[in-house]
């Protein structure tokens, strides 16, 4: 199994931002082909202060895939393409930083 992993710092506007997010955003990754599960959390509490610079870590988005075949062809499907797209309208590129990572267990 191999995971998406979208880690997007503290924005400006944190309510404006949760309203696009849950509102307009989750519901295009929802229609994503392969798609195994996904969950979303906040940060609580960060435990080792400084490791991410000055960037407050604030939501953790984790995108499960079957394998890496199945992560490709989700990348380049029109509907990973659309919340891409929508990802940019609501500014959250500017906040996240995003990789591909193995389950080991």
Do not use: C
């Not at 604030?58 to 929508?86: C, H, I, K």
């Amino acid at each position: 199994m191999i995971k998406y992993i979208a880690l997007y710092r503290r924005p400006d506007e944190p309510e404006d931002f949760d309203g696009k997010y849950f509102g307009s955003h989750l519901p295009l990754i929802e229609k994503t082909p392969g798609l195994v599960r996904w969950e979303v959390a906040k940060v609580q509490r960060v435990f080792v202060p400084g490791f991410l610079g000055e960037s407050e870590p604030y939501l953790v988005a984790e995108m499960y895939f079957a394998d890496e075949a199945a992560l490709r062809t989700a990348l380049q499907s029109p509907e990973w393409q659309a919340a891409g797209s929508n990802l940019s309208e609501i500014g959250g590129l500017d906040l996240v930083a995003m990789f591909a990572a193995e389950v080991a267990q």
